[in-house]
């Protein structure tokens, strides 16, 4: 049974950090993506970024590029998002998704996306 589960969401001051973790299981694939996407009520759920298990190539959304990082430890199946300078507009529920097969352009296309957790939220306030 493939589970995917993200942690690491909560409270942040404006130009703070936080660091969301996406640990996939249950799953027997080569190569695979993971992406991170975003949701805010009343709005479509948007991609933030995206990373290959295989070469490590990383996509981003242009209102992330230069404040989030996206890494991966492929030996824990696990991804994170070290999400830096946040700023109030990124408040959202974070969802991680798991692609069973190369990440390839365009990236954040959600039906791409074979699995999901269960989100977590992200708000950044003072």
């Known amino acids: 049974q493939v589970q995917v589960v993200e942690s690491g969401g909560g409270l942040v001051q404006p130009g703070g950090s936080l660091r969301l973790s996406c640990a996939a299981s249950?799953?027997?694939?080569?190569?695979?993506?993971v992406g991170w996407f975003r949701q805010v009520p009343g709005k479509e759920r948007e991609g933030v970024s995206c990373?290959?298990?295989?070469?490590?190539?990383?996509y981003y959304a242009d209102s992330v590029k230069g404040r989030f990082t996206i890494s991966r430890d492929n030996g824990k199946n696990t991804v994170y998002l070290q999400m830096n300078n946040l700023k109030p507009e990124d408040t959202a529920v974070y969802y991680c998704?798991?692609?069973?097969?190369?990440?390839?352009?365009?990236?954040?296309?959600?039906?791409?996306?074979?699995?999901w957790g269960q989100g977590t939220q992200v708000t950044v306030s003072s």
């Open positions: 998704a798991l692609m069973l097969g190369e990440p390839i352009p365009p990236w954040d296309r959600e039906y791409d996306y074979d699995y």
């Open positions: 249950g799953f027997t694939v080569d190569y695979y993506g």
């Open positions: 990373i290959s298990s295989r070469d490590g190539i990383t």
